[in-house]
Structure formats: structure tokens, C-alpha cells
């Protein structure tokens, strides 16, 4: 068990001892043990070895007694009693600001509410005025409560957290000469497509000045916890941010440990185990030697491993690769050639062809492919066939103007609700390259969806399938398609699938990449820009390409545009 775990179990003891009304100093205790054991410095586990638990502060022959049990056996019979007690969705209230235990004690025993749901039930339908002791007032405080905590409880788009972290860094930086490095860690350093919460890790030889700068820092709104090494606040936003810190000679270690993921740490661990080795955020032991780490790849090195990038740190056989040496050389925004998916004035983006085309070429792309909607999507201001000609004429003409970048014409075909393609065959083959994608009937069941999404990989002009799932995060599921069967005909026809990049898109996700690369099905990391902002986008698809374990020869917009072109199938077999 980690110090942290059984800290943990003690914070959680100390609610319920609250929650039954039993004296304040017993909670207290209890609190300020689990401080002293998770600030240890030391594993609690060792100490507990070497017969010297009554040597940490504020822990006394009971609780040593009860510690002993449960590092033992793993339970611990008091707690394991108090949980029959009280149900653990009672414990669950304090998470709401505005409810302490008092309070919780009240609503469970007068009203029977077990969980946050029920509170907020209660609270709507006016039953908590009625109680002793709260009113009209304490009521409404409740439910705003509440409310903070769904805000607080939502997972937001990489995109918005990136911004955020990097200002908290640029500001604590700025605020402190004592924080030397600071880093994002979490799953924000990993790249998921969304955050629970954004974790910063500083190295510093005043870890608590650090902290105390951190939790005063404008951006903060709420200081929810704070301890010598460690704090956790809320921005005004609702977004919760955890800080810790330690000195330069173990930043390396809590860079491996926070970065995470959970499931790789434990595979980590267990690796360091079987060498004799433990592993925490402090750093290696041996015994009583210690093996420090300055630097993220000493751990990795200590085991015998390369170092892993974080996008790959899921436990999902990168531990295994780095072990023999054949971690996948992911593909990196550096090496993307071009983008394939941006929209202009002439449907619903923001920009002119002119302006698009000459901020990609600034940008060092060699091509650009402009993909306006087809005219069957009515909102998007589709293109007609005849539109379509015009534009031909400006692309052609502005590709007058450069000798180091090809501006292409493509289009983003509606696969229509019956399967069919919003152009006939000879406006498709007119096209430098096509996108399909559905916009409509997102909602319809699996067997019909698929058969819309194989159609149009069937036909020989459909180069490649726009945001394949349909998800848009926070808002939309993907849809019902069957992707593995997806995945299959792709390979079989030769279609590239493509990774969007829009933020609140991702699309692919990077489980269905994964698939992609190990079925040998190539792949399209595309910005789907609306303006000239959105090119920014195409970073996302990067990420979501890497945590797929893609290299360059995986994604088609690496390549020349020569060889992109002979890539599409339309050229292969026409
Ligand atoms: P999130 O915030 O839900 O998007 O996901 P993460 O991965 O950022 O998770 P978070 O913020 O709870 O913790 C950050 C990292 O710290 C996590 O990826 C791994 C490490 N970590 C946190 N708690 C534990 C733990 O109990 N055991 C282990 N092995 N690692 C942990
Ligand atoms: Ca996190
Ligand atoms: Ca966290
Ligand atoms: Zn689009």
C-alpha cells in the first residue's frame, strides 16, 4: 500500500467519525496522521517492516494497532465497521461545498438521502428548509453547491486545458525565482482527448514557497488543499489543478510518476519489484539505498527500459516494447507535409482560398487540399457542381503563383442518409482528392450506418473517410457504425480513414488508430479548419495519432505530393 493509500483510508475514517458525531479531536487525529504518513517521505510499508509505526508523528499505540492490521491483511476491521455504518454515498455528500458533516448526518437520518443525486432532489423540491437548523438560505447554498461540483466533475477537450496549464506555468514561473522547472504532467502530458484535471509538477529547492506562491496566484479562485509538498486549487472556472514539488535531484521520478497513467505505473512498479527495486514518486530503493532521479529517463534506464513517450503510457504493451527496443518512432507534427480537410468562404469557413492557401504555405506545408462541403448539405452552404468549376479556375490560377507549394481541390461529400454519394461519379473523378464523411442520420442503427459508410469506401473516387465516428466530446456518442468492419473494408479497398483534428472532435480515437496502424490501414491527420485559426487543429490529430501508436509511414500526409497522390486509390486503379 502507498502512503497516499493509507492517508486515503485515514481522511475517509475521520469523515465518518464526523458524519456519527463522535468527539472533534478524534477526527482530528486521524486527519493530522494521514498528513504525517502521506508527507513521510519515506514508504509507510518500510517503517511499518522495521517495527517503528509509533515513531511517526501523531500515530499512538490504537492507531499503530490498526495500521499494523491493515498493512498486514489489507483491511482493517474499524474502517471496514464504520463502512457498514454509513453508507459510503453519505460519506459521498462532503464532496459538495457548503455540505459538512453535520449537515450530511442531518439529511441522511431525516430524510434517507444517500447520495448527491438525492440531495439534489431534495433540495429542489424544497425539503431541506424544512429541516432543523437549515432554511431557505442554506437551501439554495446546497444546490449551488451542487452544481459547482457537476462543473467540477466534468472532464474538458485537451484543447482548452493546454492554454490554461501553460499561463498557470508562465505565471508561477514569473511569481517565484524558487520554482526551477515546471512541467504539465497527467493525462495532459499523455495528450487524452479530455482532462479531469490538470496536474503541475515544479522543482524546486523550496518546495513550500512554491506552494504558498501557487495557491496565491490570481488565476486561483479556491485553495481546496495545501501541504508542504502538494496543493490542490480551482480555478475560476471550475477546473480543478493539482501542484506538487520537489527538489531538483527527484524531479525525474515525479515527472514519471504524475504523468501516469495509473495502469502503466502499476506495470512499472511491478517491473521494479521483480529487480528488487520500489518505485515512487521519491525515487528508487533498494533496502535502505536509495537511487535518485533527476531526470525522467533515469527511471526508465534504472529499469532497463527507453524511455517511453508519454502519449504511449497506458499500459498498452509500450512497457513491453521499450524492453526490447522496439518502441514505434511516432509521427511528429514536423513531418506532416500538408493538409488535406480545410474549408473556405465558398461554404461555411471564415477565410477566402487565397488567405488559407498562403497562412498553409507560411506554415512550410507543400500542399493543401481545399474540401468545401457538397452542396446535399444545405447548412454548410454545399457547393454545386457548377461552383465547383468556378473554384477550379481560382485554385488554378492561384497555383500560378508558386513553385514550392500545390494548392489541390478536393471536396467533402455528404454520404447521404441512404448511402448514396452527393456527387455523381464524374464531378468525384474531377477532383484532385475526396473526403465522405455523414453529417446526417448520425442517430441511425448500426446495420444501416455501416452499410452508408462501406458504400462510399466501395466507390474508387472516395479517397478518404472524414471523422469516421461522428463523435463530437461533450455533446455527441459516436455513432453506431461497426468500426472493425470499417477498419476491414478500408484495408480491403485501399481508403484512408482520417484523424480530425478539431478539438472537440478527435476523430479518430486513438483506440481505433491503433487498430489502424496494426491493420496496415493509413491514415489522414487533418485540421478540418473553418479559418485560418483551425489550421492550428491538425496538432490535436497529432496527438491522437500518437497515443495510436502512428509513425510517418502510417499517415499519408507525411509523404511528398507526388507520392501522396499516387497513394489514393483513384490513381492506383485508374
Ligand atoms: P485525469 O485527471 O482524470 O484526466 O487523469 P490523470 O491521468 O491526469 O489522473 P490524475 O490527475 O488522477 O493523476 C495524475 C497521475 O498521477 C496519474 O496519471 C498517475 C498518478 N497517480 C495518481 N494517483 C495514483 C495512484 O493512486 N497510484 C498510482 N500508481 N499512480 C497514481
Ligand atoms: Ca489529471
Ligand atoms: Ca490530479
Ligand atoms: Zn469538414
Known amino acids: 500500500m502507498t502512503n497516499k493509500e493509507v492517508a486515503e483510508i485515514l481522511r475517509r475514517i475521520a469523515d465518518m467519525l464526523e458524519i456519527k458525531g463522535e468527539i472533534v479531536y478524534k477526527a482530528l487525529a486521524y486527519r493530522r496522521a494521514a498528513d504525517n504518513i502521506e508527507y513521510l517521505g519515506r514508504d509507510i510499508e518500510d517503517v511499518w517492516r522495521e517495527g517503528k509505526l509509533l515513531e511517526i508523528p501523531g500515530v499512538g499505540k ?24 454509513i453508507p459510503p454515498g453519505v460519506v459521498s455528500l462532503l464532496q459538495v461545498p457548503e455540505v459538512g458533516p453535520k449537515t450530511a448526518k442531518l439529511v441522511w437520518e431525516k430524510l434517507g438521502i444517500t447520495s448527491i443525486q438525492e440531495l439534489e432532489r431534495a433540495a429542489r423540491e424544497g425539503k431541506l428548509r424544512t429541516l432543523p437548523g437549515l432554511g431557505v438560505k442554506s437551501e439554495a447554498k446546497i444546490l449551488a453547491g451542487i452544481e459547482a461540483f457537476y462543473r467540477r466533475s466534468e472532464r474538458i477537450p485537451l484543447a482548452t486545458a493546454l492554454p490554461v496549464a501553460k499561463e498557470l506555468i508562465k505565471a508561477l514561473k514569473e511569481a517565484t525565482p524558487h520554482a526551477l522547472k515546471v512541467t504539465a504532467a497527467g493525462s495532459l502530458r499523455r495528450m487524452k482527448a479530455t482532462i479531469g484535471d490538470i496536474d503541475l509538477l515544479a522543482s524546486s529547492h523550496k518546495p513550500e514557497e512554491v506552494i504558498e506562491t501557487f495557491t496565491r496566484l490570481p488565476q486561483v479562485a479556491e485553495v481546496s488543499m495545501k501541504g508542504p509538498t502538494k496543493s490542490t486549487v480551482f480555478l475560476h472556472s471550475g477546473l480543478q489543478v493539482d501542484l506538487r514539488v520537489l527538489p531538483p535531484e527527484r524531479y525525474g521520478s515525479l515527472l514519471q510518476y504524475f504523468t501516469g497513467s495509473k495502469e502503466h505505473n502499476v506495470a512499472l512498479r511491478g517491473l521494479a519489484l521483480d529487480m528488487g527495486l520500489s518505485l515512487s514518486e521519491y525515487g528508487f530503493k533498494r533496502g535502505e539505498e536509495e537511487i535518485l532521479c533527476p531526470e525522467e529517463e533515469d527511471v526508465y534506464h534504472t529499469l532497463g527500459l527507453e524511455w517511453i513517450p508519454p502519449e504511449l503510457r497506458e499500459n ?41 492557401a498562403e497562412a498553409a504555405r507560411r506554415r512550410g506545408y507543400q500542399y493543401l487540399v481545399i474540401s468545401d462541403h457538397s452542396h446535399g448539405l444545405g447548412i454548410a452552404k454545399g457547393l454545386t457542381p457548377e461552383r465547383l468549376k468556378e473554384q477550379r479556375a481560382i485554385i488554378d490560377e492561384l497555383n500560378r503563383r508558386w513553385s514550392d507549394f500545390r494548392l489541390l481541390q478536393g471536396a467533402e461529400v455528404e454520404i447521404r442518409a441512404d448511402g448514396s454519394l452527393d456527387y455523381p461519379d464524374e464531378i468525384l473523378a474531377s477532383l484532385d482528392l475526396v473526403i465522405a464523411s455523414i453529417h446526417t442520420g448520425l442517430r441511425q442503427e448500426r446495420e444501416r450506418i455501416t452499410a452508408r459508410v462501406i458504400n462510399a ?11 469516421p465516428s461522428g463523435r463530437i466530446l461533450g455533446q455527441r456518442e459516436e455513432s453506431a457504425v461497426d468500426m472493425d468492419e470499417v477498419l476491414r473494408v478500408a484495408k480491403e479497398t485501399g481508403t484512408i480513414l482520417e484523424v480530425n483534428g478539431t478539438p472537440d472532435r478527435l476523430d ?22 473553418h479559418n485560418l485559426y483551425g489550421l492550428d487543429s491538425l496538432e490535436f490529430g497529432v496527438a491522437m495519432a500518437r497515443r495510436g501508436w502512428a509513425e510517418p509511414k502510417d499517415v499519408v500526409n507525411t509523404l511528398p505530393l507526388e507520392e501522396l497522390l499516387k497513394a489514393l486509390k483513384r490513381n492506383r486503379h485508374h
Open 62 to 85: 490504537s492507531l499503530a494497532e490498526k495500521l499494523d492490521e491493515l498493512l498486514r491483511t489489507g483491511k482493517m476491521s474499524f474502517y471496514e465497521e464504520l463502512k457498514e455504518e
Open 316 to 356: 498498452r504493451g509500450e512497457i513491453e516494447a521499450a524492453k526490447e527496443g522496439r518502441l514505434p518512432r511516432l509521427v511528429e507534427l514536423g513531418d506532416i507535409r500538408g493538409d488535406l480537410h480545410v474549408h473556405t468562404n465558398w461554404s461555411d469557413g471564415a477565410s477566402s482560398i487565397e488567405e488559407i
Open 457 to 467: 469506401m466501395r466507390n474508387p473516387y472516395v479517397d478518404i473517410i472524414g471523422h
Open 508 to 529: 479518430l480515437d486513438d483506440v481505433y488508430i491503433r487498430r489502424a496502424v496494426e491493420m496496415g490501414v493509413k491514415l489522414a491527420i487533418d485540421s478540418d479548419a
